[in-house]
Every structure is written in C-alpha cells, then in structure tokens.
C-alpha cells in the first residue's frame, strides 16, 4: 500500500511537501510484540523504496499501553490518546518536514497527538498518510 501511495502522491510528498523523514505511528513495545510487526511501518517502507526517503522508528515513542480505540467516542478518544506519546531525542525531527504514517485514520485523535508532540518538540511541518479513512 506504501507504493501505491507514492505511485500517486510522489508530488505531493517530494516536491511540494519536501519530506525530510517518515515517521510511522509507534505502537507500544508490548503490542508489537503482541501482534509481531507495526503495520504502519510496512506502510512508511513502501513509501520510502527508491527515493531515498528515511524512516526514523525511534524519535517518537508510545509510552503507554493504551486500550484499542475501536470501541470509544471521539471523546474516549482523545483521552485515552492523551500523552500516550513523547520524543526521544528531538535533534532528529528539529526543522524537518514530516510524514506521520498510519494504517487507518478514523477521528484523528492518533495522528494529532502524534503531530502535536512531533511540532511542540521542534518539527517544521508534519503531513499525514494513511491507507484508509474509516467511516466514524
């Protein structure tokens, strides 16, 4: 999925948004264990084959295990979310352009707090890709 979106928004990502990194939405040491694999990370490594695009898995971390947000409100939501995220070592997203990677939006909650902790730690512009939008 990761190739098909830079087959069709390679100007966008390249030229117009100038992305210095990707950065795909951490999930908790323990869920990936769980599961075996971040999904958004598969995502980000399609979109970065052959145009020299680097994937940072380590400056934005989850740092707490959160319940799956499929059952709750956009106001369950964005509680639960709340500072579940933090930067590592913000020298590596300091005035870069990123592009935050998630398998599937659906009240946006993931991704703003994932964006508001990547801007609030010196990030110039963070865009966002994901394979789906889901119907709320």
């Known amino acids: ?14 030229d117009l948004w100038k992305i210095d990194i990707i950065i795909p939405v951490p999930l ?15 995502i980000a490594k399609g979109i970065s084959e052959n145009n020299n695009l680097i994937i940072d898995k380590t400056s934005l971390q989850r740092v707490y295990y959160t ?3 499929t059952k709750l ?17 913000n020298n590596n997203i ?13 009240t946006g909650s993931t991704i703003n707090e994932c964006a508001r902790v990547l801007l609030e730690n010196g990030a110039q512009k963070v865009y966002v890709s994901s394979i789906a939008i889901a119907d709320k």
Not at 1 to 14: A, D, P, R, T
Not at 28 to 42: A, I, P, T
């Open 1 to 14: 999925m990761g190739k098909k979106i830079i087959q069709f928004y390679s100007l966008e990502i390249l």
């Open 73 to 89: 409100n956009l106001l369950q939501r964005k509680s639960n979310i709340k500072n579940a995220f933090l930067v590592k070592d």
């Open 67 to 69: 319940t799956t947000q």
């Open 94 to 106: 300091a005035n870069k352009n990123i592009l935050l990677v998630d398998d599937v939006v659906t």
């Open 28 to 42: 908790h040491k323990v869920k990936e264990r769980e599961r075996g694999y971040n999904q958004s990370f598969y």
